[in-house]
């Protein structure tokens, strides 16, 4: 009984191992730039639980010994409790309001033939560019008397946050078939209602893009919050490091860092938990068929 043999050719051979190759090397190049973004983070972590003594004989190291009482110094002498909490309030506060008004304005632009609906759009991701006007901001939230206070400095990050997430949320609906908002206003439904009930649920990656990139601006927030807060009790995390770090930075680097580690934890949680859905509403409407 005869054999069949199947040669490849060399063409073919050499295809596979340049595939292989490529493979490798983008496999190393992700590597070395994963190492990079995660090593800074591993590095604060192992010195918030060093003794000063240790960070400075020993700062590229581990801990020679865990020293987890700095994070109890960290928590009580810079109140971090109280700070967590308004930085928690804050965020959340932003992220609501700005999914609240950019996601119908959003719709609106990808949906409705408005007269003036590219210049706009145009308007909005200009403004994403454009630096924050600190000075006549200031001077209009003090003649509203609401400087030091958590709506005089929501408002702003709200209003900061909207171009961006109406951006997002305009090249997501474009991706969602008009088809699906038709049949239900044939059933019965008004287009609010198909908004509200058939657009948003299906705009979960945008809503996760939207959210986690407002979180993140909110939580990481500094400059406004250096000069529109005044009282302790309504400092958010950044500003109370920066008061603690002042207070501590000639003396111990261990607490420091322990309240670093504290403030970056609750980010990079939610960016684990919502990866998915964030990298889906970044990638949608790049590529329409």
């Known amino acids: 009984m005869a054999t069949t043999e199947f040669i490849i050719p060399e063409q073919s051979k050499a295809a596979k191992r340049l595939q292989i190759v490529e493979r490798l090397a983008t496999h190393a190049v992700l590597l070395i730039f994963a190492a990079i973004v995660v090593y800074p983070v591993i590095w604060m972590a192992m010195a918030s639980v060093k003794s000063q003594s240790d960070l400075l004989d020993n700062i590229w190291g581990v801990p020679t010994a865990f020293r987890w009482s700095n994070y109890r110094e960290a928590w009580s002498a810079a109140s971090l409790g109280r700070s967590l909490f308004n930085s928690i309030f804050v965020s959340l506060s932003t992220v609501v309001l700005v999914i609240a008004i950019a996601a119908p304005a959003g719709y609106a632009l990808a949906k409705f033939k408005l007269r003036f609906g590219t210049l706009i759009l145009l308007i909005f991701v200009l403004t994403m560019q454009a630096p924050v006007p600190v000075i006549p901001l200031y001077v209009l939230l003090?003649?509203?008397?609401?400087?030091?206070?958590?709506?005089?400095?929501?408002?702003?990050?709200?209003?900061?946050?909207?171009?961006?997430?109406?951006?997002?949320?305009?090249?997501?609906?474009?991706?969602?078939?008009?088809?699906?908002?038709?049949?239900?206003?044939?059933?019965?439904?008004?287009?609010?209602?198909?908004?509200?009930?058939?657009?948003?649920?299906?705009?979960?990656?945008?809503?996760?893009?939207?959210?986690?990139?407002?979180?993140?601006?909110?939580?990481?927030?500094?400059?406004?919050?250096?000069?529109?807060?005044?009282?302790?009790?309504?400092?958010?995390?950044?500003?109370?490091?920066?008061?603690?770090?002042?207070?501590?930075?000639?003396?111990?680097?261990?607490?420091?860092?322990?309240?670093?580690?504290?403030?970056?934890?609750?980010?990079?949680?939610?960016?684990?938990?919502?990866?998915?859905?964030?990298?889906?509403?970044?990638?949608?409407?790049?590529?329409?068929?």
């Not at 005089?152 to 997501?172: D, E, K, Q």
């Not at 995390?237 to 609750?266: C, E, H, M, N, R």
């Not at 990298?279 to 949608?284: D, E, H, K, N, P």
Request: glycine content about 8%.
């Open 142 to 289: 003090v003649k509203l008397h609401l400087t030091n206070s958590y709506i005089g400095y929501i408002l702003p990050l709200t209003s900061g946050g909207m171009p961006l997430a109406i951006f997002v949320f305009r090249a997501f609906f474009t991706t969602i078939p008009r088809d699906l908002e038709d049949a239900a206003v044939v059933d019965g439904s008004t287009r609010l209602g198909a908004f509200l009930r058939i657009v948003m649920p299906i705009s979960v990656p945008a809503v996760a893009t939207v959210s986690i990139l407002q979180f993140l601006s909110s939580w990481n927030e500094y400059f406004l919050a250096l000069i529109l807060i005044r009282s302790p009790e309504l400092r958010t995390l950044p500003l109370s490091i920066q008061v603690f770090f002042y207070d501590w930075g000639k003396t111990d680097w261990g607490p420091i860092f322990a309240a670093l580690s504290i403030g970056s934890v609750p980010m990079i949680l939610l960016y684990i938990v919502m990866q998915r859905r964030f990298v889906q509403g970044l990638t949608a409407g790049a590529v329409r068929g």
